[in-house]
């Protein structure tokens, strides 16, 4: 049996033994770095918090009040809302096409929805492992 050896491989962190990655958002005006977000197969989109959005440039700051995203005013080119179930319920999310981030230092274009909240959790999902190719398990059929 073959034995893979993956040059940025770290085992599971923090108390409850999370896999978390490191994570950097690309924007025009700047970007958004989180050492802990957590590597989340069950979500669908990578999800980061709105003010990564705005921190970036992706998102304009007229578009994040108060932790609220005010409906009404113009969407950047390429997003849209969108309903996003959760595992705390049902919210509305902006959703912003091909964004360009990296994972552990690797460059990939995902989807990403970006939550009003400013502090939730920054979540690598299902779009950006299959994206990745080289996890170390088979995710052929995902997302299908």
Same mark, same amino acid.
């Given at each position: 049996?073959?034995?893979?050896?993956?040059?940025?491989?770290?085992?599971?962190?923090?108390?409850?033994?999370?896999?978390?990655?490191?994570?950097?958002?690309?924007?025009?005006? &700047?970007? $958004?770095?989180?050492?802990? @977000?957590?590597?989340?197969?069950? @979500?669908?989109?990578?999800?980061?918090?709105?003010? @990564? &959005?705005?921190?970036?440039?992706?998102?304009?700051?007229?578009?994040?009040?108060?932790?609220?995203?005010?409906?009404?005013?113009?969407?950047?080119?390429?997003?849209?809302?969108?309903?996003?179930?959760?595992? &705390? &319920?049902?919210?509305?999310?902006?959703?912003?096409?091909?964004?360009?981030?990296?994972?552990?230092?690797?460059?990939?274009?995902?989807?990403?929805? $970006?939550?009003?909240?400013?502090?939730?959790?920054?979540?690598?999902?299902?779009? @950006?492992?299959?994206?990745?190719?080289?996890?170390? $398990?088979?995710?052929?059929?995902?997302?299908?």
């Amino acid at each position: 049996m073959a034995i893979v050896t993956y040059l940025k491989s770290k085992g599971y962190t923090g108390p409850r033994k999370q896999p978390l990655a490191d994570l950097l958002l690309h924007g025009p005006t &700047g970007s $958004f770095s989180t050492a802990g @977000a957590l590597v989340d197969s069950g @979500a669908d989109l990578v999800q980061l918090p709105g003010s @990564a &959005g705005v921190t970036t440039g992706l998102l304009p700051l007229a578009i994040l009040v108060g932790g609220v995203f005010v409906g009404g005013l113009p969407l950047p080119s390429g997003s849209k809302w969108v309903a996003v179930t959760t595992v &705390g &319920g049902s919210i509305t999310m902006l959703l912003l096409s091909s964004v360009p981030i990296e994972v552990e230092g690797i460059a990939i274009n995902v989807d990403v929805v $970006f939550h009003p909240n400013g502090t939730s959790r920054p979540l690598v999902g299902r779009n @950006a492992i299959v994206a990745l190719n080289n996890v170390g $398990f088979d995710a052929t059929n995902w997302l299908l």
